[in-house]
């Protein structure tokens, strides 16, 4: 069955077209609409494969929104129903599946029926898909269990920019202008809406293309982004969530830490998501600056070495982990460990900040010199 909407502005003839519709075997009506905003808001969401439009509507002409709609989805079949012949040529300039007359009869519906049976492409079999997942820290990808060394492709960038602003605010309600304002700034709002509109219907197909485990809610302008897919950064969240800072276990940490392996989204320049990159960045280089400080408490040293290290490499301008660093070839009494991660840290600051290394470190100089000057 073909998944199928209407939209007429008459209630009286959408009414009628219902019924002798619902008499089809082959149709399945899963909206009728006779605002063209609320079908826009609810066309991804239903997802439908056949539309039956009037093409005389107030506010918007239906061969406009019928191109629209196709931008949606270049697949849609549309049937433009109307009580105005002279549209005709219009109608399938735009690749109108048919042009129905009203009151629509039928007998007319069964001849658009059966032209719509045999221009009806065969579905393109889906890829096989196993236990998905999301990886955001150090870089941006969705991979599928079928090619977990590969990304899926998005159709366009604002495609895989829209699944980031939906991943930060998961779980969330969305006011539909915050979407516009965040990733549309500067556009008017009725073209920010239409790309809204274009992007969430994409975002949908891809990864449902891909059978992802993902939902997205819309209802009366409002979105709501759900998953049940593996994602580094949701997991990471979901454990910082229930501690403050002083109070998460050092176990906890052990758990959290290794989640992180870089700035969230990588690379990606996301202006609304600074903010965000921010917290999270933090909260990983406080962690891994508490457990650390756990480490040397018990004179462990060796184990902190390989975490700040890699701290490091994420973010190389943190004087504070250079400095626990230092400490813990301190602890160790590793000299040349020691100068050598002094030089290369001294070295930096200098190339690209133009500064020394700051009173602490230092003072680790001094202690592991025995008060030599520098």
Known sequence: MLRTILIDDEKPSLNWLSRIIEERKELEIVGSFTKVSELLESFADLRPELVFLDIEMPGVHGIELASRLTELDEDIEIVFVTAYQQYA???????????????????????????LMKRKRPAVRKPESGSPGIRCFGQFGVYTALNPAEPIRFPTAKTEELLAFFLVHAGVNISKWTLCESLWPGFTPEKAEQNLHTTVFRLKKTLKHYDMPVTIHSQRGVYRFETDM?????????????????????????TIIPLFQGPLFGGKDYPWCEAEKERVYSAAIDLSKRLTSHYLSLGEADKSIELLKHMIAIGPFHEDVHVLLLSAFLHLKDRTAFITHYDKFANLLRAELDIEPGPAAKELYRQMFLGSSI
Not at 235 to 241: A, I, S, T, V
């Open 89 to 115: 040529l219009e109608a399938f300039r735009v690749n109108a599946t048919d042009y129905l007359l009203k009151p629509v009869q039928p007998e007319d519906l069964q001849r658009t029926v059966e032209r």
């Open 230 to 254: 593996r994602c580094d950064y949701l997991e990471f969240d979901r454990q910082l969530k229930p501690y403050s800072m002083g109070d998460m276990p050092p176990e906890q940490m052990k």
